[in-house]
């Protein structure tokens, strides 16, 4: 299950066909052609994976990028990327060499170097990459760390070993070029002319047009080849993809059958949508909804005054803005109940709805930072684009100016709002939503970062997110699982209401439709019209 993610990759294996391709035999075969037209929930600002995690540029990414790992349907990491590796007796060196027909977009060939460098950037921002980069022999991005030998083989030059080297190399270090990756992890890529050449990489579509704010054009990548999880290919003639964040717009486009698939369906709209014979359904894997909070300035630097919001929370309140209850669960596990990263610790913290504990809280932050709480202002941001993340805000808004702040909110696109988030001294609280099951331990949670959107400083999660990549049995990893959690209630690293599924949906037209771990790229489908 999820907790065998945690495990070195074993020996690289041959895709076997599985529940896709047996989907395309029960169909007859496969009818090539025509261009899928897939409807997008929410604005797109950049499709650049590392220098955001809105999760319509992670969508768009997928389609553009590859890399070498990626989770199956089953969310186990796969080899995507690999001919062949070997690593020593003692596990302080691995030997990579990257499979032959891995090709960029311009025909030129995925090298080592390219690898490194797209290592190097991503590694910046995410804890999986900088706990491994920390192990190596120099503990920094330096050759002698990752140490291009030749085209294609590369070797990872340990000071100890690193257990979870799959998650190292998980789906999240999209290939990119050399000279491409060589940009600042903290800077978006170039967007100079909107036209995709800046997006080159050896994913199965190549990006030939996007205008920002309406619509991306795909066409096939010819000659690309799919490694996992289960054989992938490229069927149609091309996917648009439409910004439509207009729910009701949406519907009427499935229903009329100018769309052809959408992610992220309304709730209010999902036993409508469930119980239509043209439609097929797949609520995704769990995760979590999330206000952020921002500990590089007053007032989210003072503990008591992020005590004060948590101790407002109402759970259920908050999570019932999901829709039907089939798509959300109160739930005290940052890692997700129901999985092996489960976890009770710190639960007295959970779902308080305690207006005189947070008033008290309040209190001792008043007295301790000098908040005046008649014309000192929190700024909060949220979104139009997401309908939960709006309806969230509007419940917080009312309870933090009942504990006594005076709130302003921002609430604007998807896409603005993550430019905002950008900045460090533009706002205070965040509302946003992560972490499904691929990222439900300490090592592959985005917002348990401090390089990450919040930059909490928490160093006992810091330290224990160390400590998790050490060790070698499940009951080792729960037990930092209970500790991390602890801690994040402890000094509330940001604040999670419970868990909720999102649903993608998809008329009966289109066939094949599969989502790896909800890293959806539009491989083995195809249009029956």
Same mark, same amino acid.
């Given at each position: /299950?999820?907790?065998?993610?945690a495990?070195?990759?074993?020996?690289?294996?041959?895709p076997?066909?599985?529940?896709?391709?047996?989907?395309?035999? &029960?169909?007859?075969?496969?009818?090539?052609?025509?261009?899928?037209?897939?409807?997008?929930? &929410?604005?797109?600002?950049?499709?650049?994976?590392?220098?955001?995690?809105?999760?319509?540029?992670?969508?768009? +990414?997928?389609?553009?990028?590859?890399?070498?790992?990626?989770?199956?349907?089953?969310?186990?990491?796969q080899?995507n990327?690999?001919?062949?590796?070997?690593?020593?007796?003692?596990?302080?060196?691995?030997?990579?060499?990257?499979?032959?027909?891995?090709?960029f977009?311009?025909g030129?060939?995925?090298?080592?170097?390219?690898?490194?460098?797209?290592?190097?950037?991503?590694a910046?921002?995410?804890?999986?990459?900088?706990?491994?980069?920390?192990?190596?022999?120099?503990?920094?991005?330096?050759?002698?760390?990752f140490?291009?030998?030749?085209?294609?083989?590369?070797?990872?030059?340990?000071?100890?070993?690193?257990?979870?080297?799959?998650?190292?190399?998980?789906?999240?270090p999209?290939?990119?070029?050399?000279?491409?990756?060589?940009?600042?992890?903290?800077?978006?890529?170039?967007?100079?002319?909107?036209?995709?050449?800046?997006?080159?990489?050896?994913?199965?579509?190549?990006?030939?047009?996007?205008?920002?704010?309406?619509?991306?054009?795909?066409?096939?990548?010819?000659?690309?080849?799919?490694?996992v999880?289960?054989?992938?290919?490229?069927?149609?003639?091309?996917?648009?993809?439409?910004?439509?964040?207009?729910?009701t717009?949406?519907?009427?486009?499935?229903?009329? /059958?100018?769309?052809?698939?959408?992610?992220?369906?309304?709730?209010?709209?999902?036993?409508?949508? +469930? &119980?239509?014979p043209?439609?097929?359904?797949?609520?995704?894997?769990?995760?979590?909804?999330?206000?952020l909070?921002?500990?590089?300035?007053?007032p989210?630097?003072?503990?008591?005054?992020?005590?004060?919001?948590?101790?407002?929370?109402?759970?259920?309140?908050?999570?019932?803005?999901? /829709?039907?209850?089939?798509?959300?669960?109160?739930?005290?596990?940052?890692?997700?109940?129901g999985?092996? /990263?489960?976890?009770?610790?710190?639960?007295?913290?959970?779902?308080?709805?305690?207006?005189?504990?947070?008033?008290?809280?309040?209190?001792?932050?008043v007295a301790?930072?000098?908040?005046?709480?008649?014309?000192?202002?929190?700024?909060m941001?949220?979104?139009?684009?997401?309908?939960?993340?709006?309806?969230?805000?509007?419940?917080?808004?009312?309870?933090?100016?009942?504990?006594?702040?005076?709130?302003?909110?921002?609430?604007?696109?998807?896409?603005?709002?993550?430019?905002i988030?950008q900045?460090?001294?533009?706002?205070?609280?965040?509302?946003?939503?992560?972490?499904?099951?691929?990222?439900?331990?300490?090592?592959?949670?985005?917002?348990? +970062?401090p390089?990450?959107?919040?930059?909490?400083?928490?160093?006992?999660?810091?330290?224990?997110?160390?400590?998790?990549t050490?060790?070698?049995?499940?009951?080792?990893?729960?037990?930092?699982?209970?500790?991390?959690?602890?801690?994040?209630?402890?000094?509330?690293?940001?604040?999670?209401?419970g868990?909720?599924?999102?649903?993608?949906?998809?008329?009966?037209?289109?066939?094949?439709?599969?989502?790896?771990?909800?890293?959806?790229?539009?491989?083995?489908?195809?249009?029956?019209?």
């Amino acid at each position: /299950g999820v907790a065998s993610l945690a495990k070195t990759p074993t020996a690289p294996k041959a895709p076997t066909a599985g529940s896709v391709v047996k989907a395309k035999d &029960a169909a007859g075969g496969v009818k090539k052609g025509g261009t899928l037209v897939w409807a997008l929930e &929410a604005p797109v600002k950049a499709i650049d994976p590392v220098w955001t995690t809105a999760t319509v540029t992670w969508r768009s +990414s997928q389609m553009v990028y590859d890399s070498l790992q990626r989770l199956d349907t089953s969310y186990q990491y796969q080899n995507n990327g690999f001919k062949s590796w070997e690593m020593q007796p003692d596990g302080l060196k691995w030997t990579f060499t990257l499979r032959d027909n891995m090709k960029f977009h311009d025909g030129s060939k995925v090298t080592a170097t390219d690898v490194q460098k797209s290592a190097f950037r991503w590694a910046d921002r995410i804890t999986a990459g900088i706990q491994m980069f920390k192990r190596t022999t120099e503990g920094n991005f330096s050759d002698a760390s990752f140490s291009v030998v030749d085209a294609s083989t590369f070797t990872l030059n340990l000071k100890e070993p690193y257990p979870v080297l799959s998650m190292g190399f998980s789906e999240a270090p999209f290939i990119m070029k050399a000279s491409v990756a060589g940009t600042d992890a903290n800077a978006r890529v170039s967007q100079d002319g909107h036209d995709g050449s800046t997006y080159i990489s050896s994913g199965p579509y190549v990006l030939k047009k996007w205008v920002p704010g309406y619509r991306f054009e795909y066409e096939p990548h010819q000659g690309w080849t799919g490694q996992v999880p289960e054989g992938e290919s490229v069927w149609v003639d091309g996917v648009n993809i439409v910004e439509v964040p207009d729910k009701t717009t949406l519907l009427a486009g499935l229903k009329t /059958g100018k769309i052809d698939y959408a992610t992220s369906g309304s709730a209010e709209q999902y036993l409508d949508l +469930s &119980a239509d014979p043209n439609m097929g359904i797949k609520t995704s894997a769990p995760g979590t909804p999330i206000l952020l909070l921002n500990h590089t300035k007053s007032p989210g630097k003072y503990l008591n005054w992020r005590k004060s919001l948590q101790a407002a929370q109402d759970a259920k309140k908050l999570m019932s803005v999901h /829709g039907p209850e089939q798509l959300w669960q109160v739930c005290p596990a940052i890692f997700l109940c129901g999985t092996p /990263g489960e976890s009770a610790a710190g639960k007295d913290m959970y779902n308080q709805a305690d207006l005189a504990k947070a008033q008290e809280y309040r209190d001792a932050f008043v007295a301790e930072s000098g908040w005046d709480l008649a014309n000192d202002v929190v700024e909060m941001v949220s979104n139009t684009s997401y309908q939960t993340h709006r309806d969230r805000s509007l419940i917080n808004i009312a309870r933090f100016r009942e504990i006594g702040y005076k709130v302003n909110m921002t609430m604007t696109d998807w896409a603005t709002a993550v430019t905002i988030r950008q900045n460090k001294d533009a706002w205070d609280i965040f509302h946003t939503g992560c972490c499904s099951i691929p990222s439900n331990n300490p090592v592959m949670n985005w917002y348990l +970062s401090p390089k990450t959107y919040g930059w909490h400083t928490n160093q006992t999660i810091i330290d224990l997110q160390a400590q998790y990549t050490r060790e070698l049995t499940d009951e080792g990893r729960k037990k930092v699982i209970d500790q991390v959690q602890q801690s994040y209630y402890d000094q509330v690293s940001h604040i999670s209401p419970g868990q909720n599924s999102g649903y993608h949906v998809w008329r009966s037209s289109t066939v094949g439709v599969h989502d790896y771990a909800d890293s959806t790229r539009m491989t083995n489908t195809w249009l029956d019209k």
